[in-house]
T-cell receptor, first 114, second 115 residues
């Protein structure tokens, strides 16, 4: 069973702090990794994609990937109350049909307190 | 980016009935996916829908319970059959607009409650 693991939280940080969200995955063949943000009552929204080892920055968001450790993380700098949401880690599983299906972690709830 | 429209946005149904959820995309896409998100849970893939072929179902999901149609490259339906309260969930369709290693994008979902 291919798995994606996240700490469900809640992770509580003060406004302006760095929030660090972590995710591990079991399938060493995974090649694509995504972070989605889901506000309560809404559908998931893609915020970051990462494909290579190292860091990828986009505004206040930085995704980090370490394939050797099977670990992917998301850093949110200068956290704002509007960042309060559930963050879902998703891993692209390559099957024999190469359909690109995603396996999601259980999500980490982030609370940013003013 | 592609616009994904799901209908209905929500519904309340009686147990034993069936409901068909529609997913319409404003451009042609190869892959469409159907997910279930139970209350307080993450997303679980139900099936992958390819145009012109049978849907591929994940472990724990069967065609008799969740029949899927994919008549063309812009449209798909998911039917939830013989519903019970355990089927109360959000059902989401998603698309992959590029290569299979690209991210998926989601419709707004259908919030289904079974009485």
């Amino acid at each position: 069973q291919k798995e994606v693991e996240q700490n469900s939280g809640p992770l509580s940080v003060p406004e302006g702090a760095i929030a660090s969200l972590n995710c591990t995955y079991s399938d060493r063949g995974s090649q694509s990794f995504f972070w989605y943000r889901q506000y309560s009552g809404k559908s998931p929204e893609l915020i970051m994609s990462i494909y290579s080892n190292g860091d990828k920055e986009d505004g206040r968001f930085t995704a980090q990937l370490n394939k050797a450790s099977q670990y992917v993380s998301l850093l949110i700098r200068d956290s704002q109350p509007s960042d309060s949401a559930t963050y879902l880690c998703a891993v692209n599983i390559y099957g024999s049909s190469n359909t690109g299906k995603l396996i999601f972690g259980q999500g980490t709830t982030l609370q940013v307190k003013p | 980016s592609a616009v994904i429209s799901q209908k209905p946005s929500r519904d309340i149904c009686q147990r034993g009935t069936s409901l068909t959820i529609q997913c319409q995309v404003d451009s042609q896409v190869t892959m469409m996916f159907w997910y279930r998100q139970q209350p307080g849970q993450s997303l679980t893939l139900i099936a992958t829908a390819n145009q012109g072929s049978e849907a591929t179902y994940e472990s724990g999901f069967v065609i008799d319970k969740f029949p899927i149609s994919r008549p063309n490259l812009t449209f798909s339906t998911l039917t939830v059959s013989n519903m019970s309260p355990e089927d109360s969930s959000i059902y989401l369709c998603s698309i992959n607009t590029g290569a299979s290693n690209q991210p998926q994008h989601f419709g707004d979902g259908t919030r289904l409650s079974i009485l």
